[in-house]
């Protein structure tokens, strides 16, 4: 347990379909990150939010739309997704944005889009 | 280039034997190195950290960092079958983003 929670941990979802991925942490840290994880490729920084402000987009198309109200949660919402959008989809957070810190990961969300 | 390497694998050792996994990078101005394992169906579990040249040891775990040499590894002492994962190797260059390579996936044979 890292103290970061995501749900849901699994979802199927249409391509029509509109969802939302939560993630909470409850370490007190001001940055966190959405990641993707497809099969046998490294993990892709997605996003980036210091003390709730976004600080990267790494060419994220816009069907994938994140939010973060406070430093402690982070949404990614789902819209009109491809069939190759389906891979894990990581949160994480450090105390900071500098300085080389740790990252601790959640669960992760396992998406399937059909 | 790939900015993180690693060799996918997979890595097969006996148990008790010495796992060697090795990582290279492509930003020189690297500064933070950290090795992740990540069970399969699981997420990615902090295992160490280093900052600077040398060896840094903890428990069967010992880093090891080149910056000449732009490389990183992570030695696994009297390997058990419960270290059987993939090993993701993870760089933070100036712009501060966390840079990962694909795993190696290792497997330890009872």
């Known amino acids: 347990e890292t103290g970061v929670t995501q749900t849901p941990r699994h979802l199927v979802m249409g391509m029509t379909n509109k969802k939302s991925l939560k993630c909470e942490q409850h370490?007190?840290?001001?940055?966190m990150y959405w990641y993707k994880q497809s099969a046998k490729k490294p993990l892709e920084l997605m996003f980036v939010?210091?003390?709730?402000?976004?600080?990267e987009n790494n060419s994220v198309p816009s069907r994938f739309s994140p939010e973060c109200p406070n430093s402690s949660h982070l949404f990614l919402h789902l819209h009109t997704l491809q069939p190759e959008d389906s891979a894990l989809y990581l949160c994480?957070?450090?105390?900071?944005?500098?300085?080389?810190?740790?990252?601790?990961f959640g669960p992760g969300t396992r998406l399937l889009v059909l | 280039q790939k900015e993180v390497e690693q060799n996918s694998g997979p890595l097969s050792v006996p148990e008790g034997a010495i796992a060697s996994l090795n990582c290279t990078y492509s930003?020189?101005?690297?500064?933070?190195f950290f090795w992740y394992r990540q069970y399969s169906g699981k997420s990615p579990e902090l295992i160490m950290s280093?900052?600077?040249?040398g060896d840094k040891e903890d428990g069967r775990f010992t880093a090891q960092l080149n910056k000449a040499s732009q490389y990183v590894s992570l030695l696994i002492r009297d390997s058990q079958p419960s270290d059987s994962a993939t090993y993701l190797c993870?760089?933070?260059?100036?712009?501060?983003?966390?840079?990962f390579g694909a795993g190696t996936r290792l497997t330890v044979k009872p």
């Open positions: 994480a957070s450090s105390r900071r944005l500098s300085g080389g810190e740790t990252q601790y």
């Open positions: 370490l007190g840290h001001n940055a």
């Open positions: 939010y210091n003390f709730k402000e976004q600080t």
């Open positions: 930003d020189r101005v690297s500064q933070s």
């Open positions: 280093i900052y600077s040249n």
């Open positions: 993870a760089v933070i260059s100036n712009n501060n983003d966390m840079r």
